[in-house]
C-alpha cells in the first residue's frame, strides 16, 4: 500500500483540510473588528503582513530557499504565479468587500457554487471526466444562481466572482511546479506593489489606519498574515492524503459556518425568494456530494476485488 494511502495519513489528511475549511468558515467573525476599514486598504495591509510571515517561515526552510531561488530563474514559472496571484488577488479583494459591507451570505453562496465551477473548469480545461449527476449538479447551480438573478432581484456578482476567482486560482495551482511556501511567497510578492503604492497613498493622505487601532483591531490586523497562510498551508499538507472528492466533500464545511454567521451573527436580511435560491444551489451541492460519495464507494469495491 502508498504510504500517502494509510490509514494514519488518511486520517492526517482528513484533520488537516477539515481544520483548514473550519478556520475559512470563522474568518467572517475574523475580520469582523476591521469591518469599519477601508477594504482596499485591509486588503493592502493582510497582503504585506502575509508577504512578512511567510519570510520568517522561509528562513526555517533551506531547501524551500533554494526553489525559490531557481525560481526567479525560470520564466514559465513566474508566468504562472503571476497568474495564480492575480486571481488570489482578486479572490481576497472581492471576499474582504464582501465582509466589510456584510455581505456574509453571498460570500458563502460563492464558495457553495465553487466546488461545481472548479468541476467544470477541469472537464474544460484538463478534459477531466464527469459523471451524469455531475453534469445535472452544474445545470441546477446554474438554475439556481438564474432565480437569485431574476426572481431574487439580485444578481449575485459577489458570488459569482468568488467561486470564478477560486476555481481559476485552483486550475493554475494544478499546473503550479513549486511547493505552498515558496509558491505562496511568489503570489503575495507580485500582489506587494499593489501594498506598497496604495499604503503609500494612504500615508500622503493621512489615511493610513495602523497605531490609532484599538488593541483588539490591531491584533486582528497584525496577525492576518498568519491567519492568512496557515490555513493554506494546512489545506496543501492534508489535500495529499486524501482522494480529491473528500477534498470537495470536506469544502463544504466553511460556506456553511460562513452561512451560520451571515444569519446568526452579521442578522443579514434573507427573504423567502432569496432561500429558493440558496435552497436550489443546496441541491446541486447534495447531487454532486451524492455523487461523489457513489463513486467513492464504487472505487473501494473494486479495488476489494482485484485484491
Given at each position: 500500500m502508498n504510504a500517502n494511502l494509510s490509514p494514519e495519513n488518511y486520517k492526517k489528511g482528513i484533520l488537516l483540510t477539515l481544520t483548514c475549511y473550519i478556520i475559512w468558515g470563522f474568518f467572517p467573525i475574523y475580520w469582523f473588528p476591521l469591518a469599519g476599514l477601508d477594504p482596499l486598504q485591509l486588503m493592502a495591509q493582510r497582503i504585506g503582513w502575509a508577504l512578512l510571515f511567510i519570510a520568517i517561515l522561509l528562513l526555517f526552510r533551506r531547501e524551500d530557499r533554494l526553489l525559490l531561488a531557481d525560481a526567479f530563474r525560470n520564466r514559465k514559472i513566474l508566468l504562472t504565479f503571476i497568474g495564480s496571484s492575480f486571481f488570489l488577488f482578486l479572490n481576497w479583494s472581492i471576499y474582504l468587500y464582501a465582509i466589510s459591507s456584510k455581505q456574509v451570505l453571498e460570500a458563502s453562496l460563492g464558495y457553495y457554487i465553487n466546488p461545481l465551477v472548479s468541476i467544470f473548469l477541469g472537464r474544460l480545461l484538463f478534459k477531466e471526466t464527469l459523471t451524469s449527476m455531475q453534469y445535472i449538479a452544474i445545470a441546477v447551480a446554474g438554475i439556481g444562481v438564474l432565480w437569485l438573478a431574476i426572481l431574487g432581484g439580485t444578481f449575485p456578482f459577489i458570488a459569482?466572482?468568488?467561486?470564478?476567482?477560486?476555481?481559476?486560482?485552483?486550475?493554475?495551482?494544478?499546473?503550479?511546479?513549486?511547493?505552498?511556501?515558496?509558491?505562496?511567497?511568489?503570489?503575495?510578492?507580485?500582489?506587494?506593489?499593489?501594498?506598497?503604492?496604495?499604503?503609500?497613498?494612504?500615508?500622503?493622505?493621512?489615511?493610513?489606519?495602523?497605531?490609532?487601532?484599538?488593541?483588539?483591531?490591531?491584533?486582528?490586523?497584525?496577525?492576518?498574515?498568519?491567519?492568512?497562510?496557515?490555513?493554506?498551508?494546512?489545506?496543501?499538507?492534508?489535500?495529499?492524503?486524501?482522494?480529491?472528492?473528500?477534498?470537495?466533500?470536506?469544502?463544504?464545511?466553511?460556506?456553511?459556518?460562513?452561512?451560520?454567521?451571515?444569519?446568526?451573527?452579521?442578522?443579514?436580511?434573507?427573504?423567502?425568494?432569496?432561500?429558493?435560491?440558496?435552497?436550489?444551489?443546496?441541491?446541486?451541492?447534495f447531487l454532486y456530494i451524492g455523487s461523489e460519495i457513489y463513486r467513492f464507494q464504487r472505487n473501494k469495491r473494486a479495488s476489494k476485488i482485484v485484491k
Open positions: 459569482l466572482l468568488l467561486a470564478f476567482s477560486f476555481a481559476f486560482y485552483g486550475a493554475i495551482k494544478k499546473i503550479a511546479s513549486l511547493p505552498p511556501l515558496p509558491g505562496l511567497f511568489l503570489e503575495t510578492l507580485f500582489m506587494s506593489p499593489f501594498t506598497i503604492i496604495y499604503l503609500t497613498m494612504m500615508y500622503q493622505q493621512n489615511t493610513l489606519v495602523f497605531l490609532e487601532l484599538e488593541s483588539l483591531p490591531l491584533f486582528v490586523l497584525i496577525f492576518s498574515g498568519a491567519a492568512t497562510t496557515i490555513p493554506l498551508l494546512l489545506f496543501a499538507k492534508g489535500a495529499k492524503y486524501i482522494p480529491l472528492s473528500i477534498v470537495g466533500i470536506l469544502q463544504y464545511a466553511s460556506p456553511t459556518l460562513q452561512f451560520i454567521s451571515g444569519i446568526w451573527i452579521f442578522e443579514e436580511a434573507f427573504s423567502l425568494s432569496r432561500f429558493i435560491g440558496f435552497a436550489i444551489v443546496w441541491g446541486a451541492v
